[in-house]
Each structure stands twice: as structure tokens, then as C-alpha cells.
């Protein structure tokens, strides 16, 4: 099992980014997916959860209304689309099934929102 993501980069407050999740190793169309981020310091944290016909969605409080999360299961692929960042945004970006596969962790992707 792999997960690749992508798309982080330094970005201005107020800022969008999208994140990409490739996923190998098992097909996603069965799976509950999520996007974790872990800031310096802290525990990584869900941010958005998807289920698997993309129709049930949870997102946490600190980013709902600026976070969307989405799939394409035929790509094996999950996207996070995020408008309006803020400084407390930055962090180490993961993709995983919900609840998470312990063992299998990507690298991440870093997004860093800062002036």
C-alpha cells in the first residue's frame, strides 16, 4: 500500500492550494478516505473525511466552509481543494483510509502559509 501527495507549497494567507493523493496497493471504491495534516508539535489531525460514494462528507470544524475534500475513484485519486489558508494551515499534509492503515504513511506533502 502507497499513498503519494502532492501539491503543497508556500502560500500567502488567503491563499488556495490543491492537494493530489495517488493511492497503490488496494482500490479506494471500497475505502472511507481522509486527509490528516500534522503542524509542528502537534498530533496529526483528520481535516475531511470522504465515504466512498463521495456523498458523505465530515469536515472538521477549524476548516469547514474553506476545505473540500473529493475522489476519483477511478483514478484511484483523493483531492483536497482548500481557498482562504491561514497560518494555522501549515502542516504536514497525509492521505489514508479512515481510520487510518498505521503502517502505511506517505511522505506527505508540506504546506507552509506564511507572509
Known amino acids: 500500500v502507497q499513498f503519494v501527495e502532492s501539491g503543497g507549497v508556500l502560500v500567502q494567507p488567503g491563499g488556495s492550494l490543491r492537494l493530489s493523493c495517488i493511492v497503490s496497493?488496494?482500490?479506494?471504491?471500497?475505502?472511507?478516505m481522509s486527509w490528516y495534516r500534522q503542524a509542528p508539535g502537534k498530533e496529526r489531525e483528520y481535516t475531511s473525511i470522504i465515504h466512498s460514494s463521495g456523498e458523505q462528507i465530515i469536515y472538521r470544524e477549524t476548516v469547514k466552509g474553506r476545505f473540500t475534500i473529493s475522489r476519483d475513484n477511478a483514478k484511484n485519486a483523493v483531492y483536497l481543494q482548500m481557498h482562504s489558508l491561514k497560518a494555522e494551515d501549515t502542516a504536514v499534509y497525509h492521505c489514508?483510509?479512515?481510520?487510518?492503515?498505521?503502517?502505511?504513511w506517505g511522505l506527505g506533502t508540506q504546506v507552509t502559509v506564511s507572509t
Open positions: 489514508n483510509k479512515f481510520p487510518p492503515l498505521p503502517d502505511s
Open positions: 496497493g488496494f482500490d479506494i471504491s471500497d475505502s472511507i
